[in-house]
């Protein structure tokens, strides 16, 4: 987290109210924040936030699938890469936070692990 | 088991030899790979087996000359041999586009996709312009309300202005596509693949480009979805995962299957290009529709008859493979 200190004459600091300080600061400190105010799906670039290259990792993703990996480098920028069948959860509808899981070890143990098209991370658990 | 083994090396040999004299220019499958190299009295040792790429399952469609081979330093400083492929920069065997739909009410054939590495692949439909608040905040404005029709980078002023990382303020809150024929209908690119791969003992980082597919595409990294987005913008990809910028023409982002021109004939996933080391990149499942379970952090593994390759991540994790396992040959704009 960074702290920035802004000193300020003292006619300006008695006539700006501390709103439009505050204001004027995230303006010119995060135009991303102002472009764009929803959500952005970062999962795969926070698991490796604070990972260095090859690090493991993991991310959910919609709650019922687990992409497994490792963090890797592409244009300076580390991600998770995953290298494992994504694992099928059920999740356990939000506060509770109990994951059970499917029989997809038992399946990844006999070689191979079905998916279900070319776009399986879309698709939900059977 | 050893008896299918050399059923299924006939099968591969026979469907190589009836290819192998033919110029791909039909854009039809070919069949498996051939070129296995693998010494067949010394099958113990097949953990080693370097496999490199064949030249002929490129579809001719797709490139501006012959592939030759010529001498080529690698990023590790070995001096080798490279094959040299050029490409027209347009598929062989596919249209480009269509990416952004025009109103609201278009339907999916009228619009391609999108994804933005979460785990979704979205059909670019009218409809989906309309639900983008849900998804990515109330300050998306995509469309005219009055009229239904979505804002489009229609032109060639209006698409250089908005595929690029700051993007022009006119053109935030737009669907931005490029068509190829601002660029005369395909980039030619040169790219150098060593003919033998070597292995490295660290993988290395993928950079911007990362490889090129059979029917004569560059492969890109990850596309840069926090930049595009934070600009409100969709830089929309076709069915095949593939869009145009000003700097490289068209290129593909995930794996659809687009490229996926020589079948395999014992279930494993089909071959779809070549990355820059040389290593081939399949599919991301197999015939059965089964993902591999011990692949290495670059999506790589090995086996007797491909030796090492990768295969492609989901569409929906917007990328193909993790790093190079070997030294990279090089892809420049002609």
């Not at chain 2, 999506?299 to 569409?315: F, K, L, N």
Request: aromatic residues 8%.
């Amino acid at each position: 987290m960074t702290s920035i200190r802004v000193k300020l004459g003292k006619s300006l600091a008695g006539t700006v109210p501390l709103f439009s300080l505050v204001t004027l600061l995230a303006m010119a400190c995060s135009t991303t924040v102002l472009a764009h105010s929803g959500h952005i799906h970062n999962e795969a670039f926070e698991a490796c936030e604070t990972k260095t290259k090859g690090e493991a990792c993991s991310y959910l993703v919609a709650k019922t699938q687990r992409y497994k990996g490792s963090c890797q480098v592409f244009n300076l920028k580390t991600l998770c890469v995953r290298s494992e069948p994504i694992e099928y959860l059920h999740a356990i509808p939000d506060e509770i936070e109990i994951e059970v899981k499917t029989d997809q070890e038992t399946a990844a143990q006999l070689g191979t692990v079905k998916a279900n098209n070319v776009n399986a991370a879309n698709t939900p658990s059977q | 088991m050893k008896t299918s083994f050399y059923a299924l090396l006939m099968l591969v040999l026979l469907g190589a030899s009836a290819c192998s004299d033919s110029d791909n220019s039909d854009n039809t499958s070919t069949t498996q790979d051939s070129d296995t190299s693998t010494d067949s009295d010394s099958d113990s040792d097949s953990s080693n087996s370097i496999v490199g790429a064949n030249p002929d399952y490129f579809l001719a469609a797709g490139l501006a000359e012959t592939i030759t081979t010529t001498s080529c330093t690698l990023t590790d400083g070995t001096t080798t041999d490279c094959y040299k492929v050029v490409i027209n920069g347009a598929p062989a065997n596919t249209d480009i586009g269509p990416f952004c739909p025009s109103t609201i009410t278009d339907d999916a054939t009228q619009g391609g996709i999108w994804f933005d590495g979460s785990g979704e692949v979205y059909q670019l439909e009218g409809q989906f312009f309309v639900d983008v608040k849900t998804l990515y905040g109330d300050d998306w404005e995509l469309y005219d309300e009055d009229t239904g029709e979505i804002f489009v980078t229609d032109t060639q002023v209006a698409c250089e202005a908005a595929a690029r990382p700051n993007v022009a303020e006119e053109y935030q809150n737009h669907c931005v596509e490029c068509s190829i024929s601002y660029y005369d209908g395909g980039m030619q690119q040169t790219i150098l693949i060593p003919v033998t791969p070597v292995p490295l003992s660290n993988p290395e980082s993928i950079g911007a480009d990362l490889g090129v597919s059979l029917n004569g595409v560059v492969i890109a990294g990850p596309a840069p979805v926090s930049q595009i987005l934070a600009a409100n913008t969709i830089a929309a990809f076709d069915d095949c995962g593939g869009h145009v910028n000003p700097a490289e023409g068209y290129h593909y982002h995930a794996s659809l299957g687009c490229s996926e021109v020589v079948t395999s004939l014992d279930d494993h996933a089909n071959l779809m290009g070549y990355a820059l080391d040389g290593y081939g990149i399949y599919g991301m499942l197999n015939a059965n529709g089964e993902e591999d379970y011990d692949l290495d952090e670059c999506r790589g593994h090995e086996d007797d008859t491909r030796g090492y390759h990768c295969h492609a991540a989901s569409a929906a994790e917007n990328m193909f493979i993790g790093c190079y396992q070997g030294a990279q040959g090089s892809i420049e704009l002609n």
